[in-house]
Every structure is written in structure tokens, then in C-alpha cells.
Nanobody, 115 residues
Framework: QVQLVESGGGLVQAGGSLRLSCVAS????????GGWYRQAPGEQRDLVAS???????RYADSVKGRFTISRDDAKNTVYLQMNSLKAEDTAVYYC?????????WGQGTQVTVSS
């Protein structure tokens, strides 16, 4: 079982920035697609961004140009840099690891953007 530990969430004013981090407990990370999803109250969990082991990235249209996903395989860590935050970015953000064998989820971290 792979553990994912997220950090970096919090309360920020609109226009501000936050950086989320997710550390995986296994080096399977290096062969996995890392991703961030978010879920607002009453909404489904949606993909925000993902990054392959080859650094190919994918973003939701709503965050393109504002968010950047990156990874550090030496630290088994995936990051999400969030700039120009909007009130509609408020949600619980979940780290996701899609390995060749299984899919793992973090416990979630709250991001609240005040307008």
C-alpha cells in the first residue's frame, strides 16, 4: 500500500498563491502518473492536473495558465503551484497516484479562497 501525504493547503485571498505538495511512500511513484483532483461541496471530484513519468502534463481548462504541476522523482513528490487563485478554486484537493498496478489517493487538503 502506498501512502500519500499532502500539505500546503490553507486560506488565501483571491489573487494569491498556494503550493501543494504530495509525498509518496514508495518509489513506485517514479513509474506513476501523479495528479491533483478537487472536490467542492455537493460537486463531483474532478481532475485539476496530471503529470506522467515523462513530464507530460494535462490541465483542466479552468486552471490553464494559472496552475502548474511538477514532480521531483528523487523526493517522490508531486507539486501543484496555484497562482491567481479565485473563489471558485475553493475545494478539497486530493493527490492521486496512478501506478502500473493500482491507484492511490491522499487524504485531501482544504484550499479556501476568499473573495
Amino acid at each position: 500500500q502506498v501512502q500519500l501525504v499532502e500539505s500546503g493547503g490553507g486560506l488565501v485571498q483571491a489573487g494569491g498563491s498556494l503550493r501543494l505538495s504530495c509525498v509518496a511512500s514508495s518509489s513506485i511513484f517514479r513509474r506513476s502518473v501523479g495528479g491533483w483532483y478537487r472536490q467542492a461541496p455537493g460537486e463531483q471530484r474532478d481532475l485539476v492536473a496530471s503529470i506522467t513519468p515523462y513530464d507530460d502534463t494535462r490541465y483542466a481548462d479552468s486552471v490553464k495558465g494559472r496552475f502548474t504541476i511538477s514532480r521531483d522523482d528523487a523526493k517522490n513528490t508531486v507539486y501543484l503551484q496555484m497562482n491567481s487563485l479565485k473563489a471558485e478554486d475553493t475545494a478539497v484537493y486530493y493527490c492521486n497516484l496512478n501506478s502500473p498496478y493500482n491507484t492511490f489517493w491522499g487524504q485531501g487538503t482544504q484550499v479556501t479562497v476568499s473573495s
